[in-house]
């Protein structure tokens, strides 16, 4: 089936650790992209990648990093350095050209304890 | 610049009743305009989208939109609610770039 499969569902982590959240695509989408998730925010932009190798900064990127080594994948970590880490995140992928939507992975629930 | 209102972060409506979510954006360039819905600890689901075209707009799951551009707005509504359309919504605008901008999402429930 063609999608986006985000790992792990949930997560759990003390204070200090790095996380790496996964995000892997198979409907061979140029651009990815990461989000975060708060009650009542909406989703705000952590990072983004329009193609293998390059990626920007969204809104809201101090204690995350990313790597685009692979057009299929586009690992987010979010770093001890993230002060508060705890939200939901989301992965996306978009085809070329502005007209497209967005397609969504199911999210991953990160909790630091 | 490109962003998104949603009026309204909570709507209630009871069960057979018109659904009415509210939109407004600001783009300085022709918009590209989605409406998602999200269940809880799920992604988000494309409703509908409005880039060129007919302004009238139908998604799916019985939703629809309309882009006004006079009034700067991309309202969804659905006739008759359903149980199973408690959820989020979220509006968003994508122009140019290759960017999107949502809105801080409105809550829908649906009252037996």
């Known amino acids: 089936d063609g999608g986006i499969t985000q790992s792990p569902k949930y997560l759990f982590r003390k204070e200090g650790q790095n996380v790496t959240l996964s995000c892997e695509q198979n409907?061979?989408?140029?651009?990815m992209y990461w989000y975060r998730q708060d009650p009542g925010q909406g989703l705000r932009l952590i990072y983004y990648?329009?193609?293998?190798?390059?990626?920007q900064k969204g809104d809201i990127a101090e204690g995350y990093s990313v790597s685009r080594e692979k057009k299929e994948s586009f690992p987010l970590t979010v770093t001890s350095a993230q002060k508060n880490p705890t939200a939901f995140y989301l992965c996306?992928?978009?085809?070329?050209?502005?007209?497209?939507?967005?397609?969504f992975g199911e999210g991953s629930r990160l909790t630091v304890l | 610049a490109q962003s998104v209102t949603q009026l309204g972060s909570h709507v209630s409506v009871s069960e057979g009743a018109l659904v009415l979510l509210r939109c407004n954006y600001s783009?300085?360039?022709?918009?590209?305009l989605f409406w998602y819905v999200q269940y809880p600890n799920q992604g988000l689901q494309l409703l509908l989208k409005y880039t060129t075209g007919a302004t009238l707009v139908k998604g799916i799951n019985g939703f629809e939109a309309e882009f006004k551009k006079s009034e700067t707005s991309f309202h969804l509504t659905k006739p008759s609610a359903h149980m199973s359309d408690a959820a989020e919504y979220f509006c968003?605008?994508?122009?140019?770039?290759?960017?999107?901008?949502f809105g801080t999402g409105t809550s829908l429930t649906v009252i037996p």
């Open positions: 409907l061979n989408h140029d651009a």
């Open positions: 968003a605008v994508s122009g140019a770039g290759n960017q999107f901008y």
């Open positions: 996306a992928t978009r085809n070329k050209g502005n007209t497209g939507e967005l397609f």
């Open positions: 990648s329009q193609i293998v190798n390059d990626f």
């Open positions: 783009s300085s360039v022709p918009p590209y």
